[in-house]
């Protein structure tokens, strides 16, 4: 058991997290990326039992943030200590599913505040997330330029590409180690003098974070040597890989799925004007790079179901899947399917601009590219229009939306629908009739949803 106590710069502000996961690894990132938003102190536990004994001798701790799967006492064990003594806010960061997890109920009811984030953990909605359990104090680390990098970090997984800072006072830092030298030994001195508080600049901190999560997602696949693209998603896949295989996707078509997103994505990058874009796409965290392969695959399977199976059409789906939300700067904006919602509404202005244009917009800087077959920029254009009409930006109903773009378009909303309420039966029906209010169940998409509901009709629950 390590408990991490820290004074963070002066500021008078306690808030306390405990941190809970059998990995640490996990632990360390986690710690990482919230004390590089938040004001706060973490305190940390490798099992279940370890943080009921840490709750049970500490009575200041503001909010809790725990896998599921632990040895020696899991989430649940946490979860039901916490509900009858004190019922602080709780977050499962799990890459499982709430409602697989037979041990927990009233998980939302008990407390208001309890949330549920994914596994691999989108940054943007770990910050949300917190913020809204301490909503109304001033908890935001508000040095803009530098971020506090955790020594084990540093330790652990080098710093090979960034300058490492030691801070002074409040206005001066100063650089302790270059860029571009590998060696250690400067922050290993500093350390040995008692100064366990490093910095490194804001604009690097993302990235240098981006590469521990990809090297942690790999160690934990096995992967070898070479990291492949789909490597690089396959932790965001893991977590959907049941709902698909319950779907009647094998194995073997998960395979051929991934291999021939990954020919996809290599034939995009290797064009100079999209390289970038590809980039984004492939460090999308969270909802972003989860909904893309999870409609990837969904997508595979209605159109092989509904006899269209050809190499060239399952190719443009899995183009549109690549490409559709690439504008979009995180995942919390590529979550947002109703421009009449509060969701929307509670945007700025810039980021409702940017939902309401990203589908036209990126259709029309795709259409630059002679490695992009045209009806790969319908599909994308449409991507956000709904059988019912009341979708944007164009608000047609079924007849006017190109038939490839319903077969995306359905297989958005699923994919969309798996990962905020997972795959249980009841959420699947619920999702046949949610389908259904969206005007998937008539005209031209009919056939799409008949395929779909046989799907849901003969998935092993
Ligand atoms: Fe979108
Ligand atoms: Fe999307």
Do not use: W
């Not at 909605?125 to 955790?150: A, Q």
């Not at 990058?269 to 969904?298: C, N, P, W």
């Not at 449409?382 to 038939?403: A, D, K, M, Q, T």
């Amino acid at each position: 058991m390590k408990i991490v106590d820290r004074v963070f710069d002066g500021k008078a502000k306690n808030m306390k997290i405990l941190i809970v996961d059998d990995e640490v690894e996990i632990i360390d990132i986690l710690t990482t990326l919230i004390e590089s938003e938040v004001s706060c102190e973490v305190v940390t536990a490798e099992t279940g039992n370890q943080a009921v004994s840490i709750l049970e001798s500490t009575s200041d701790i503001d909010l809790i943030l725990s896998d599921y799967n632990m040895p020696d006492g899991n989430g649940a064990t946490v979860f039901d200590h916490n509900r009858s003594n004190g019922n602080i806010p709780f977050v499962f960061v799990s890459g499982g599913y709430l409602e697989d997890y037979e041990d927990i109920s009233s998980f939302y009811e008990v407390n208001e505040k309890n949330a549920y984030i994914h596994k691999p953990v989108d940054f943007e909605e770990l910050i949300t997330t917190i913020n809204n359990v301490f909503e109304g104090s001033d908890i935001s680390e508000n040095n803009s330029k530098y971020c506090h990098v955790s020594i084990n970090l540093l330790l652990k997984y080098g710093c090979k590409s960034e300058d490492v800072f030691i801070k002074l006072s409040e206005e001066k830092y100063i650089k302790i180690k270059n860029a571009e030298e590998d060696s250690l030994d400067e922050i290993m001195k500093y350390q040995e003098k008692g100064n366990d508080r490093f910095y490194m600049l804001r604009e690097s901190f993302l990235p240098f974070m981006d590469s521990i999560i990809i090297n942690h997602n790999n160690k934990l696949l096995g992967t070898p040597a070479k990291i492949s693209h789909i490597d690089i998603c396959g932790d965001s896949l893991e977590i959907m890989q049941d709902s698909l295989i319950q779907l009647g996707l094998t194995s073997d078509q998960l395979l051929l799925i991934n291999t021939t997103i990954e020919t996809c994505i290599d034939i995009l990058d290797s064009e100079k004007s999209l390289k970038d874009h590809i980039q984004v796409f492939l460090k999308g965290r969270g909802y972003f790079i989860s909904h893309s392969m999870t409609a990837a695959h969904i997508s595979y399977l209605l159109a092989t179901k509904l006899g269209m199976g050809q190499d060239s059409i399952i190719n443009k789906l899995l183009y549109a899947a690549i490409l559709h939300d690439i504008l979009l700067p995180n995942s919390e904006v590529c979550k947002i399917y109703n421009i009449g919602g509060d969701e929307y509404s509670a945007l700025d202005s810039i980021s409702k601009k940017l939902v309401k244009e990203h589908a036209t917009e990126c259709s029309k800087m795709l259409s630059n590219s002679d490695k992009v077959p045209s009806d790969v920029l319908t599909i994308i254009r449409e991507h956000h229009e709904l059988p019912n009409g009341e979708g944007f930006p164009r608000g047609v109903s079924e007849s006017n939306i190109f038939g490839l773009s319903l077969i995306f378009i359905a297989s958005l909303h699923i994919a969309d629908h798996l990962y905020h309420e997972g795959h249980s039966k009841d959420s699947m029906y619920r999702l046949l009739d949610k389908l259904k209010s969206r005007g998937f169940a008539s005209g031209h998409s009919e056939r799409i949803y008949l395929q779909f509901k046989g799907i849901v009709e003969k998935a092993s629950y």
